[in-house]
């Protein structure tokens, strides 16, 4: 993303050229001196030594201990423990998910630090691969148990954790801070996510429709062909869709950001706090912190569900999600209380699209390389309840305004949406 | 009802300044604030002599009290033409005492419903002139939808379920399709040279919240016809149960909402409107009736029309068996168009008076009453009462109401209404009975 003022969302105002030199960007920063700085004399480069010993601490300070949330940190070691002393598979998917929360957070962070020198370009693309990182982490670990199942169900509830919950608790916050007034988005931004979102929809329907009316032309073979040509379909559009926000994005999407931007809040963001290759290595570390933690993850869930008295289902689809989205939510959160509801919708709806044209075919593609049966076929009850909600969301988004009102109808549906899956077993527990 | 207006089409107000509506009643009795209800006073519902005369207090002399009460009834029971009707209640009873037609009861006790029904409105309407705009809309959001919701009780308490099921979804298909294509199309022909206009926003609201009923209706018909729930036959009772509650908080939040962001728009609007430049409606602004009539004989209403509710749903079987029609297209097509007769006509004679907002109030703010209150409330009272009423109103007939708000959600989100919208939807309304007229469920289990 540009040096001037953005988040790490798609929305940059101004392309910035990749090949800004990089003198000019270390120029912001205002905790320590780079060592890219030309070189003076002798008696610096003994402080630059000083202070590169000190990096990996402050490094590690900025990272692990500034944020809040980093306080949920040692609930990872700890499921770990309990994983390899007790049986208990309730309290280790429990702590694993506790633990996850601020990694994922975390991981978000290093994300945005490294998209501050890489560009906007490719600083979209991070954003666009990243962004969902934690699910797709705990998707691959699934799909390599086959699971798939949960895998099917966690990608469709953080869909439908996005448009619904974190929307609605958006929409909702947003509406009551500023209750005197009717907060406005961008019909065309939200326009098109809804249509995205209604063709990914389109696809996982196909297969469904397909083997439920028992039509196929080899029955159970058919349907994972046909998902697995409609993935690639997917991934086909999802990255158009990436070029034509790249491309186009700063004329559709430029005016909104650039009133909003230069506010407040924007000007800590200015300056990356770490420099390019930490960032690069927190990304690595993160990755790895949080695949070896999904490992217990999903390790424990069928004995979480059997201990705790739940379906899979409803764990798989509720409670998953809100780990891999929690940090989302609270950002998205506090933008619309702070009025800047594009960049809410962009967080939530987003996200919501990001999971549903390249999380789910990504997960197809890899499960057949791996050799695992994942399709799209999402059986009858999640596709009927995901098109639902889809219809539900896009036409609330349709009008291009929102209030409190709207808010909580989301958040009552997505109570809905749950209860449903509290008392949801699949018909016949044949793919897990 | 006219009085299911007072709530659903309080929010067109807003825009509607330029109509010119006295919609506030603002101007001079401030202290009634009867705001609401004073646009849709139609005009065949008080041919009555407009005399109106302020607040009587109850108490008083003997005399007064019998001038009162003679007064009253003549207002009240004798003013409106409809009420030609009345005499076919008690007619019904007779009929049901003397013989055992029971296609004659049932038909009978229909006729004998329609002015009770209309009255009740009226007696509605007439009490949120005292009781201001707040309660007022309450009173109309609860007993706009009455004659549905006391037949569906008396249904429930039979354990006529699949019945109290069908004549409320056919009462939501009746409002959105019928009652708005019958407005749209007349209103359309009557101002042929232009294209008449509503306020998107509120109709957008309205199918926003249709949506979300229909989200409820689904989930628990979907959850058993997948054979995916945990208990069988009673995962989605529950379901259904928790759903209800959370349609009931949605619907409080949503009258809460209309009736604060109408609090706002009132004030400025009021100047605008200001004085003169009404027609019609002047003479309603004043309460014909006292305050305590008003209850009595809100009371009075509601009890005629429990007695004959229970006539008509005990009738219901027999007139089946007697005129050979399906029972599912008594309870959907023929017993809601006795609770929406009155609003019937008084849409058709909106949209003529090119005042499609109130229509839309009339008709799809009943539709989202029914699907976001009166089917919950139904639920509630049957867990209440121990039968097991719950949201899964079988696949054919979730499929019908899902489609059926896609369409109409489709049609309104433009804003603009002609004749030729209006008669698609009547036309669909047409479809749609013809389907439930050789429809019946695949088990016999009510």
Not at chain 1, 17 to 38: C, G, I, M, Q, Y
Not at chain 1, 101 to 129: D, I, K
Not at chain 2, 84 to 106: C, E, K, R, S, Y
Request: charged share 15%; with cysteine; net charge negative.
């Amino acid at each position: 993303m540009g040096p001037a003022d953005e988040r790490m969302e798609l929305d940059s105002d101004e392309k910035i050229p990749l090949s800004t030199p990089p003198s000019a960007r270390k120029s912001h920063t205002f905790d320590f001196e780079a060592v890219h700085f030309s070189p003076r004399a002798g008696p610096l480069k003994l402080w630059i030594r000083k202070q590169m010993k000190f990096r990996p601490l402050r490094s590690i300070y900025i990272v692990l201990l500034t944020a809040k949330i980093n306080i949920l940190l040692p609930f990872g070691p700890l499921a770990i423990l309990l994983h390899y002393l007790t049986g208990k598979h309730g309290l280790v998917f429990f702590f694993s998910l506790l633990g996850i929360t601020p990694l994922a957070e975390r991981l978000g962070y290093a994300t945005e630090q490294l998209a501050f020198y890489t560009g906007s370009t490719v600083g979209g693309l991070l954003n666009a691969t990243f962004g969902n990182a934690t699910e797709m982490i705990i998707s691959i670990y699934a799909l390599k148990n086959g699971m798939i199942r949960v895998v099917q169900q966690s990608l469709l509830g953080s869909i439908l954790s996005n448009m619904l919950l974190v929307l609605g608790c958006a929409f909702f916050t947003g509406g009551i801070v500023h209750h005197e007034k009717v907060q406005v988005f961008s019909k065309a931004a939200a326009l098109v996510n809804s249509g995205l979102l209604l063709m990914a929809v389109m696809g996982l329907m196909f297969p469904a429709v397909l083997h439920f009316t028992h039509t196929e032309v080899h029955f159970g073979k058919s349907e994972l062909a046909l998902s697995r040509f409609s993935s690639c379909i997917m991934l086909v559009a999802y990255a158009s869709y990436i070029f034509f926000q790249l491309k186009v994005q700063p004329n559709l999407y430029g005016q909104i950001s650039q009133e909003g931007a230069h506010e407040e809040d924007s000007e800590d963001e200015d300056a990356p706090e770490i420099t390019q290759w930490e960032a690069i290595g927190w990304l690595a570390i993160l990755t790895l912190w949080v695949s070896i933690l999904s490992g217990y993850l999903v390790d424990a869930i069928q004995g979480a569900s059997d201990s705790l008295h739940i379906p899979v289902a409803f764990i798989s689809v509720i409670l998953l999600p809100i780990v891999g989205n929690a940090a989302e939510h609270a950002s998205a959160i506090m933008f619309a209380v702070k009025d800047k509801l594009d960049i809410t919708l962009g967080v939530a709806i987003g996200s919501s699209t990001q999971i549903s044209m390249f999380v789910i075919p990504f997960c197809v593609v890899f499960g057949w390389l791996m050799g695992q049966p994942m399709d799209l076929n999402f059986q009858l009850f999640e596709t009927a309840t995901l098109f639902v909600a889809v219809l539900v969301v896009a036409f609330m988004l349709q009008e291009g305004t929102s209030n409190y009102f709207k808010g909580l109808m989301l958040i009552l549906c997505y109570l809905i949406v749950a209860a449903s899956f509290f008392v949801h077993v699949d018909p016949s527990n044949d793919d897990d | 009802m006219d009085t299911k207006l007072q709530l659903s089409a309080v929010p067109q107000l807003e825009m509607g300044s330029h109509d010119g509506r006295p919609v506030l009643g603002h101007e001079d009795k401030s202290q009634l604030h009867g705001t609401d209800n004073m646009m849709h006073k139609s005009d065949f519902i008080h041919m009555s002599e407009g005399g109106s005369f302020p607040g009587v207090s109850c108490a008083g002399s003997v005399k007064m009290l019998s001038h009162g009460i003679c007064r009253s009834i003549k207002i009240v029971l004798f003013s409106n033409k409809l009420n030609l009707l009345m005499p076919f209640g008690p007619l019904a009873i007779l009929v049901h005492i003397l013989t055992d037609n029971q296609g004659l009861v049932f038909f009978f006790s229909l006729l004998g419903i329609i002015p009770l029904a209309e009255r009740l409105g009226y007696a509605t309407e007439q009490l949120a002139c005292y009781t201001g705009a707040t309660v007022g809309g309450l009173l109309n959001a609860t007993f706009g939808n009455a004659t549905e919701l006391i037949i569906s009780i008396h249904a429930l308490r039979v354990g006529m379920i699949r019945v109290v099921q069908q004549s409320l979804l056919g009462s939501i298909l009746s409002n959105m399709l019928l009652v708005l294509g019958c407005a749209f199309f007349s209103g359309g022909l009557a101002f042929i040279k232009k294209e008449q206009v509503f306020n998107k926003s509120t109709a957008v609201v309205n199918s926003g919240l249709l949506l979300m009923a229909v989200m409820g209706l689904l989930f628990p018909a979907v959850l058993h016809y997948t054979h995916s729930e945990v208990h069988f036959g009673r995962s989605e009772l529950a379901l259904s149960r928790f759903s209800s509650c959370i349609m009931l908080i949605a619907y409080g939040a949503y009258l809460y909402y209309q009736l604060r962001t109408q609090d706002n728009q009132y004030e400025p609007l009021n100047e605008e409107v200001g004085q003169g430049s009404q027609n019609v409606d002047d003479d309603d602004e004043e309460p014909e009736i006292t305050k305590c009539e008003a209850v009595l004989w809100l009371a009075v209403m509601t009890a005629w029309i429990s007695f004959l509710s229970e006539y008509l749903v005990d009738a219901i079987d027999g007139a089946s068996n007697t005129w050979k029609i399906p029972v599912a297209f008594i309870s959907v097509i023929l017993l809601p168009i006795v609770g929406n007769a009155a609003e019937h006509a008084g849409a058709v004679m909106f949209a003529m008076k090119d005042k499609l907002d109130i229509s839309l109030g009339v008709a799809i703010g009943s539709s989202t009453q029914i699907a976001m209150f009166g089917i919950p409330f139904c639920v509630v009272v049957g867990w209440i009462m121990g039968r097991p009423m719950d949201l899964n109103f079988r696949l054919f007939e979730t499929a019908v109401l899902f489609i059926t708000v896609l369409v109409v959600a489709f049609l309104l989100q433009e804003g603009t209404s002609n004749y030729f919208k209006g008669l698609m939807l009547i036309l669909c309304y047409l479809i749609v009975a013809a389907s439930f007229f050789v429809h019946v469920d695949p088990t016999k289990g009510t």
